[in-house]
Structure formats: structure tokens, C-alpha cells
Nanobody, 116 residues
Framework: QVQLVESGGGFVQPGGSLRLSCAAS????????MRWYRQAPGKEREFVAY????????NYADSVRGRFIISRDNAKNMMYLQMNSLKPEDTAVYFC?????????WGQGTLVTVSL
């Protein structure tokens, strides 16, 4: 079945970096746009970044532009989010997402905590 699995979250101090991964299966990964979203405690889920299927056009939320980099490896069915210069306000559960036909697919999320 169509599945997305995130990994790479953890605890990091402000100014630090983390790299999130999203493993995709059950569909032709190279044919689909992929997105990262996040949901902070007590807040609604918000868009973070997307990457096109090929040749990799990207776009970012203003809050992360210049600090985060989205990428993908179609040969490995993997998407990544390199997060640099992390701030406490980046603390959230991060989700990867795609839409396959009419199916809106989400992973289970990975928690990122930015704190002293």
C-alpha cells in the first residue's frame, strides 16, 4: 500500500541542524510532488516546503526559506529536509505528504524539539 515513513527527528539546541528523511513506498515516487508540513503544539498543521517530481523545483514557507533545504533521491524513493539554524519556534511534529490520485497520504510524523 501507499506509505510514507518519516525519521530523523530529535532534540537540538537553537542554531543547530537536523536532517529529516521520508521513505516512500507503494507508488511511483518519481512521478509525484512531495511536501513537508509541520504541526507545533496547540497549532494547526502548516506547510513547510515542496519539491516537484522532476527536475526538482522547490518552494518554501517564508518562515523557513534560507534555512531549510528540501531534496529528493528518486532512485532511493527518499525525500529529505535539511534544517539549519534551527529556532525554538521550529519545534513541531514534521510530516511528509503527497497526493496519489485522490489519496492524500501522510506519514506518522517525526518530532523535532529545539530548546536549550
Amino acid at each position: 500500500q501507499v506509505q510514507l515513513v518519516e525519521s530523523g527527528g530529535g532534540f537540538v539546541q537553537p542554531g543547530g541542524s537536523l536532517r529529516l528523511s521520508c521513505a516512500a513506498s507503494g507508488f511511483t515516487f518519481s512521478g509525484y510532488f512531495m511536501r513537508w508540513y509541520r504541526q507545533a503544539p496547540g497549532k494547526e498543521r502548516e506547510f513547510v516546503a515542496y519539491i516537484s517530481n522532476s527536475p526538482g523545483i522547490t518552494n518554501y514557507a517564508d518562515s523557513v526559506r534560507g534555512r531549510f533545504i528540501i531534496s529528493r533521491d528518486n532512485a532511493k524513493n527518499m525525500m529529505y529536509l535539511q534544517m539549519n539554524s534551527l529556532k525554538p519556534e521550529d519545534t513541531a511534529v514534521y510530516f511528509c505528504n503527497t497526493v496519489v490520485s485522490t489519496l492524500d497520504v501522510w506519514g506518522q510524523g517525526t518530532l523535532v524539539t529545539v530548546s536549550l
